[in-house]
């Protein structure tokens, strides 16, 4: 299979201010045009309590309002969601969100857990368990978004779709605002966007820059210790110059994570037609 490689549009990483500022305006603007066409009445987003869920909170709370339609935002914990990380997530919520809930689902876990078969305190185990948690939170924002004639917010980066750091069917929504932002840009537009916000809502999202990146989901204590780098600023790093041909890094723990999550980037896999037409 043919590897997708970002080209030369991707690099450098924006920086600085006016970067920033035209990069939010072009996001609001896009979401905002796309509103108006699709004619939506709601956005729903999920709420982990990391930096990317809280970015688009931040980015998408003005483009509804001036649509005059609801952001519903939901905090969906289970099990393995540390306190601090539903801190920060209802404290988000609170702050952007024109609907929001904390919901815990811990008891239905808990029974579909059942479900799963052969399963033990292996990495393994922890990683199918961590997907039907992701998948159940798909569930229920969803079926808000249907409920309410609206769409289901995509939280991914960029740096995360490059290493398959997301669960399929659970992870992925209907439209994807910063999937072709970097990490290091994820962070670079959220300290940009502090200066508009009230104290409150510079509160929560400032709590989100500064936490340690986690997908709560039990499967290790951090994302960067699954990614085999220290944090995500080292991870771009890597990228950048694997992409730039410095093929000494082809063995990196990263690298190697992106190769084998290709087949997550082509899902789903396809049979073409003119191969279903071969002679």
């Known amino acids: ?23 939010a305006k072009r996001i609001r603007n896009t979401v905002s045009e796309y509103l108006e066409s699709s004619k939506l009445q709601s956005l729903v987003l999920g709420i982990s309590g990391g930096i990317d869920s809280a970015l688009c909170a931040a980015l998408l709370m003005p483009v509804c309002e001036a649509h005059n339609i609801p952001l519903i935002g939901r905090s969906i914990t289970i099990e393995t969601n540390k306190e601090d990380e539903i801190a920060r997530s209802i404290a988000v919520g609170e702050a952007f969100c024109h609907d929001f809930q904390h919901l815990d689902l811990t008891s239905t876990f808990l029974e579909n857990k059942k479900l799963l078969v052969n399963y ?11 997907n039907m948690k992701a998948r159940m939170r798909m569930m229920v924002l969803f079926d808000l978004a249907q409920l309410n004639r609206g769409m289901v917010i995509s939280t991914d980066n960029y740096t995360e779709l490059l290493t398959g750091f997301w669960t399929l069917h659970g992870d992925v929504g209907d439209y994807a605002p910063i999937q ?14 502090l200066k ?30 699954q990614l085999g780098v220290p944090n995500y600023f080292e991870a771009d790093k890597v990228f950048a110059a694997f992409f730039k041909g410095d093929e000494s890094l082809r063995e990196h723990p ?24 071969a002679e």
């Open 196 to 225: 508009e916000e009230n104290e409150k809502q510079q509160s929560a999202l400032q709590s989100c820059i500064d936490a340690t990146p986690v997908d709560g989901l039990g499967i290790s204590s951090c994302d960067c210790e």
């Open 1 to 23: 299979m043919q590897m997708t490689r970002p080209d030369q549009l991707y690099f450098p990483f924006l920086e600085g201010d006016e970067a920033m500022d035209k990069l």
């Open 254 to 277: 990263l690298i190697k994570r992106y190769f084998a999550s290709e087949y997550k980037r082509h899902n789903p896999a396809w049979i073409s037609r003119a191969d279903l037409m």
């Open 180 to 193: 072709q932002l970097w990490k290091t840009e994820v962070y670079a537009l959220s300290n940009f966007l």
């Open 120 to 130: 033990d305190d292996s990495q393994l185990s922890k990683m199918r368990q961590g």
